[in-house]
């Protein structure tokens, strides 16, 4: 008998051929067909006679063909099959192009349904490419049908026929992950239910009742899962740390930190002492002064005879971090060092040798502090900066240095509290939620597109006074077949260099190039020699160049809300006043909305809650490259009720049945999500 693992292949009306082409849109097993959710539906119900036809309006009509289809070559590669057919109510004059099988498949006598958008008027309907099929044997018409997301090779009808005989083989044999009470008290449908109506649904309710099950089952299940590694981690102890005079890092520094700062530094601290490991996520905004927390941590650590490591996710971003930190450390006593990719090898090898030995306090780097020869003595704290640019496997990689190191990793990315609640689930989390004082807020405009030649005088006034400007360039359309975002950057750059700015230095970054030549195009930039940056996203992470005083945004719709917060965060950090202009042709309601509030507000937070309102929380989902199950269906758009509600029933089972022993399936099912996470959680 089949179980959800088995091949495709074995499936009865697959087979070896269909099962290759399913392959290349990663449906190998049972699980994966019945997983693979529709993008989006079509319906297909409405049913209307000839005469009632509505232009512009799609339905089925059902009509009899009532002379024999012909064909006529128009030109190269313009085939029309042409087709009258009439019902009780009128007549119907049918073409399709380029589907000259058609003529041999459509009988003169016979009945078919046509589905399509009418043209014409009383006299003489029209109908253009409908969809066509026997009116006794109707499989995509009358309903609502499924659109998958696809890829050469395979046909909507293929891919459909096939999720059926994948529904039929597992019928009897669907595991229920979410056990019968949960079920009950939260009014959720049964497995074979959800699944069916997320493919066929039955109408839009049923295809909504199964669509919260769905995502109500991902976050629960996402939540147990967290909620498992964490207790895992707990149950190891480590020494408690003693308690430091800070007042000593505090009057070190050339400012006093911002309440939010203190509480997340006392937060951290307070782990620290506990005689468990940390594990803690610290949120706060750009320019909210995680560093400084990071620091308090590191001296903390250090002042308890411990190493401590502070890993970025760019050279340029480990050279600031050192740069900054390297002095203030100095001046209290403890020895720093900087290893990144273009250390050179011979100093590599020294500065591995005085951390192996313990001569080393704190190291700041990139990836290169995860290679091979690096070793620690006692390696007590390891800090992650900018998070989301680390898998989760990284992060362990460079904890496996130590002996169950305590963990402070540091996001930008501000998600809104009751989100990073669930999210970061197997994390602790402090939120910075203020902004050192005297910031001034950007000033940011939103534009249509012919403000172009405005906004490149805004940036040579702006240049003429010695500031800096990025702009991020228009982005590839995602449907292309190869996005080539370094043919949109090179190209925009020269054009800007050429015709807009031939006076002032343009240069470009982009994702394509090497890590080396990027951070030497930011570290060029950052040395004042370029006025503009031409780029994609790649600026994104935690550059400071306090002189850039612009951040142009192109085809500002595209982004989402967060990201565009992190764009402008580029400019701002220094002492001018900065601007932001998001230029969008866009004219919709909601892009409208979205860059109405970045116009309104600087603060991340508000922003990130302003866009679980407009969007849901998916796109927050994608945020965490965590390395952990991803949600897949959470992201048609669940509301943060049913995250929460789905969180509190994690936490209410798990509270009754630790071990899962009651619920095999749940367990089962919760194993298997997180089999390739878990190894390098631990
Ligand atoms: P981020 O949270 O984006 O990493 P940083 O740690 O880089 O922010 O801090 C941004 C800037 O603010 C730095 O120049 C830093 O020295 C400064 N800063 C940090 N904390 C304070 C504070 N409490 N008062 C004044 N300036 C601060
Ligand atoms: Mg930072």
Redesign the pocket.
Known sequence: MADLTTSVQFIKGIGEQRAKALAKLGIVTLRDLISYFPRKYDDRRSTRRIADLIPGEPACVAAMVTSPPTVSHIRRGLDLVKLRAVDESGVLDVTFFNQAWLKNSLHQGETYIFYGKAEGNLLRRQMANPVVEPANRREVTGCIVPIYPLTAGVSQLILSRSVRQGLHACAEILPDALPDEVRRDHQLCRIEYAYENIHFPESAEALDIARRRLAFEELFLFAIGLRRIRSRREVVSVPPCRSVEMDVFYRALP????GA?RRCVEEALSDMRSGVPMNRLCQ?????????VAAACVYFCVKNGRQAALMAPTEILAQQHYA?LDPLMEGLGIRCALLTGSTPAREKKAVAAKLAAGELNFIIGTHALLSGGVDFADLGLVVT?EQHRFGVAQRAALSAKGLHPHTLV?S?TPIPRTLALILYGDLDVSI?DQL???RLPIETFAVPGSYHPRVYQFIRKLAAEGRQAYIVCPMVEENDELPDERKAVTAYAAMLQQEVFPDLKVSFVHGKMKPREKDAVMAAFAAGEAHILVSTTVIEV?V?VPNAAIMVIENAERFGLSQLHQLR?RVG?GSWQSYCVLISDNRSEETRQRLKVMTQTCDGFKIAEEDLRLRGPGDFFGVRQHGLPGLKIADLGCGTELLQEAQAAADALLAEDPELTSHPATAARVTELFTEASDTLN
């Open positions: 400012f006093s930190l911002t700062q706060g905004d750009v320019g909210s002064g995680k560093t400084m900054g900066d540091m930008a910075i050192p004082p005297g935690g400071d965060g950090r």
